[in-house]
């Protein structure tokens, strides 16, 4: 029997820096259905029926002369159930919708977690939209008792904060998934956008589920998203496999799943690689398996890849995920990454710069800095992340990336003190102590240098501390026949280091190396992709 497509929604949030490019984690993947259906009209501008049988006009033409909605940002649902416990529904059901939405290239859909900032927060339509760049914004509300849920919903014209349309639905918890499918529907409808035939047969996608699988699955998504370390991902993870033993058959839990293990590996938590990223791609091709236009796990898998340096696998999966939901952010910054490894930088630009109109609160801007780090135009980076940690002072990525900028324009003194910070702002990862390192060993620091080699060293002995962690302090400090050493056993672990070796400005003085002309070649990174 052939797999039914399902409909998840949700991004990755993608770290800066080499710790965490293919980390394609934190609210990897929420709500699905099975069932195929389309509308018949190819231009959807007749009357068409929702799920439960009620029937959606077409717009008046009157409205016609009104400036067009491209654009839009569905705000955080309010929770209305009088139970503050039940947040992780109402932001569960927010996702859902923009999910479903993000699937119409017509529309520009801001992501979840630039319109998450606005929770609780009264400020106006307008001022909303403005700093959205939106033309439209969809407010609303989801109360649940019970087995049932009802989801208020209305949709505001940014600028003039007119109301177009507003509308409740209500239904038995098991049937969300076509809730939120009809709440997309209605928007889409209301927006006039433009949608193809299998845009619309994705929209529409929704499966009945069973109440306690999707509140663990939302519970799981809920917990991925708040934690900010190994507990909070460890408490996701349960919550999604008591899920998929609850109903084996529920592709966003295997997708939550693989963002966790994603989240793991990252060398912020310190995960061994080779434990990790196998159940990563064994979750994501499950999802697949289950439905094959799930687009956040061809993501993920494009992520996974990257990090083993299957270029041309992962550039066939990141085009995927776009072409299934061309609003997703994870992707859009994945394989800004994935040009940026071929050196292909000024591309690699563009695609962040998507990312960011899609997100334009949460790409805050360090994934540019960082590739304009690699371009070797450090001032450019170092204007870019000083603005980033100017307005998020807790970012403690952007405060990562700035160090290395300072240390590739020569200004090691003063990254030190930003790397400081991030030691104590990562709960001294290995990734923050290793750039500390080489901001010492560049400042002439060497004994201190030294030191926090030696803090690494003591660490890995007792557990997994990445072998790229020790290249650039060892590069610093012109020992290269240890870096070499290290580049070597990051090449056997798959360290995450090495897809940058093309373009990584701290490897500059060993290029001519044969040693690293090897390494290019083993890393498939001596040829254009």
């Known amino acids: 029997m052939d797999a039914e497509p399902q409909t998840a929604v949700g991004g990755g949030r993608e770290r800066a820096g080499p710790g965490g490019i293919g980390s ?72 859902a919708v923009i999910g479903r939405l993000s699937m119409i290239r017509a529309l520009r859909v801001v992501s979840r977690t630039s319109v998450m900032q606005f929770k609780d927060m009264r400020i106006s339509a307008p001022e909303i939209a403005k700093a959205l760049h939106v033309d439209a914004l969809v407010e609303g509300s989801v109360m649940r008792e019970g087995n049932r849920v009802r989801v208020h919903a209305q949709l505001i014209r ?17 049937d969300a998934l ?13 927006v006039e956008a433009t949608i193809t035939g299998q845009e619309r047969a994705r929209l529409l996608a929704a499966r009945h589920v069973a109440p306690e699988v999707y509140e663990s699955y939302l519970k799981g998504a809920f917990a991925l998203d708040k934690s900010n370390g190994r507990a909070g991902i460890e408490q996701s993870i349960g919550y999604f496999e008591e899920a998929i033993r609850r ?18 590996g990252s060398i912020f938590v310190g995960g061994p690689p080779n434990e990790t990223r196998p159940k990563v791609i064994s ?20 992520g996974i890849y990257q990090e083993r340096w299957q270029w041309k696998d992962a ?62 135009r450090y001032d450019e980076a170092i204007r870019e992340l000083r603005g980033v940690v100017t307005v998020y002072p807790d970012y403690a990525d952007a405060h990562w990336t700035l160090g290395f900028a300072l240390i590739g324009n020569g200004q090691s003194e003063q990254a030190i003190p930003e790397l400081e910070k991030t030691v104590s702002m990562m709960h ?15 400042a002439g620091r060497r004994e201190e240098a030294i030191r926090l080699i030696n803090e690494l060293k003591e660490r890995r002995q007792k557990g997994y501390v990445p072998a790229g962690a020790f290249i650039n302090p060892y590069l610093a400090l012109r020992d290269y026949d240890e870096a070499f050493v290290w580049f070597e056993r990051a090449y056997q672990e798959q360290s995450n280091i090495l897809q940058f070796l093309k373009v990584h400005p701290f490897f500059d003085p060993v290029r001519d190396d044969p040693r690293f002309a090897s390494l290019l070649h083993r890393v498939g990174l001596d040829q254009s992709h």
């Not at 940014?158 to 098991?174: F, N, P, V």
Request: aromatic share 8%; net charge negative.
């Open 24 to 95: 394609i984690g934190r609210r990897a993947g929420v709500k699905a259905g099975l069932a195929r259906a389309a509308l018949a009209d190819p231009q959807w501008d007749r009357s068409a029926r929702a799920s439960d049988g009620r029937l959606f006009h077409p717009i008046p033409a009157v409205l016609a002369t009104r400036p067009k909605i491209t654009s839009i940002a569905v705000l955080p649902l309010k929770n209305l159930s009088g139970d503050s416990s039940q947040e992780y529904f109402a932001d569960g059901m927010t996702e």
């Open 158 to 174: 940014g600028a003039s904060d007119e109301h177009i349309w507003s509308d409740e639905y209500d239904r038995e918890l098991g």
């Open 178 to 190: 076509a809730l939120e499918s009809d709440v997309a529907q209605a928007i889409a409808i209301k």
């Open 247 to 264: 109903d084996p058959t529920f592709a966003p839990a295997y997708l939550g799943l693989a963002g966790a293990y994603g989240d793991l």
């Open 283 to 302: 979750a994501a091709r499950k999802a697949l398996e289950l439905d094959p236009e799930l687009a956040e796990a061809h993501a993920m898998l494009a």
């Open 315 to 376: 550039e066939a999966e990141y085009k995927r995920a776009l072409e299934l939901k061309p609003n997703d952010v994870a992707a859009h910054q994945g394989f800004a990454h994935w040009l940026l490894c071929q050196g292909r930088v000024e591309e690699a630009l563009e695609w962040s710069q998507r990312a960011r109109d899609l997100d334009p609160l949460e790409v805050r801007g360090a994934q540019i800095g960082w590739i304009l780090f690699q371009a070797h």
């Open 428 to 442: 001294r990862s290995p990734g923050s102590i290793e750039l500390l390192a080489t901001a010492y060993a560049r």
